[in-house]
């Protein structure tokens, strides 16, 4: 099958039983969501999460917002990065065995998301033209005081869309959507310090993820997006989990229009993550050095379950080839790379 296969059809994304109907790439969320489809004995290995990050354009601080339910685990999480003083404050509440409980929305263009609890309230509500998020803990044993207020609009954008199944399982499968570009405004308070977002000049993206996981997978992804020429760039890179042969996640965004890139290669340094990777695709439209300033690494091993993970952010430079041989250079472009081993 071409590697970069486009996907046509509509309706649900999985037959009667539980296997995708289509595999490839589109620019838009063209199957809906049908977790019903799933079988008993695959629901344990749901996996469905919203997540969006905002960094600010001069890369001194950023914020992620974690929304999962992953059956057997929930997160809802408020993460906030200062990388002038290297410090990371999280926020988290855990669920055990929601299973689908949570109640995240089938598709990212429509539904809210609502949580409560005696010390935290997480709002993530769909507008006419955009989201807005907010979210506030009290200090208690597993956070801080913590309070975010942000909104993010969507802009008139192509996105990036991907259904992928796995070699080993037919009836599991990864259906993600990628938003960049998305203009940022509002604030963050955590430990008395105010961190804000200029909706000119800062840009978050969503990550919105439903699938079928396999228990044992490594996956290494990019993303970022800001101002280029005075245009709003963005990109979105990965490999390592499921089958990609019919196409891979990787595109550019320019001005609202994807350009497809077939496969990339991070160049991670074999010795040390926090070294200058050295990024290239086979086709020669991606060149790149990504120079990591903060690692959020993480190493679980609880039993039948472990995380081992480099979560980088770091600046960007080097030149990008879009489809019609046009050159955009980056320079110094904050973003997040992550290479991440679950097994789950």
Known sequence: MNKNHKLTGSGPLLDKNGVL???????????????????????????????????????????????????????????????????????????????????????????????????????????????????????????????????????????????????????????NQKITCMNASGYVKVKGKTYTFDASKDFGILDWGRGVWTYDNIWYWGIGCGYVDGKPFGYNIGYGFGDTSAASENMLFYDGKCHKLDLVDFGIPADNVMKEWKMTSNDGRWNMTFKPFFNDRTDISAKVISQHADKLFGFLNGTAILDDGKEVKIENLPVFHEKVHNKW
């Open 21 to 175: 109907r289509e595999v490839g790439w589109s620019t838009r969320l063209c199957y809906d969501y049908n977790p019903e489809a799933v079988s008993r004995a695959k629901k344990p290995r749901l996996k469905e999460w919203d997540y969006y990050h905002i960094i600010n354009h001069e890369g001194k601080y950023a914020v992620s917002f974690t929304f999962a339910d992953n059956y057997y685990m929930g997160l809802v999480t408020c993460s906030v990065f200062d990388f002038e003083t290297k410090e990371k404050f999280d926020c988290t509440e855990t669920k055990i065995m929601p299973k689908g409980s949570l109640g995240l929305p089938e598709s990212s263009e429509k539904g809210n998301i609502e949580y409560r609890s005696k010390s935290c309230v997480f709002n993530i509500d769909r507008t006419d033209d955009g989201r807005h998020i907010y979210c506030k803990y009290e200090r208690v044993f597993t956070h801080t005081d913590c309070e975010a207020d942000i909104y993010l609009k969507m802009p008139d954008t192509d996105t990036m869309v991907i259904a992928t199944p796995w070699k080993n399982d037919k009836k599991a499968f990864y259906y």
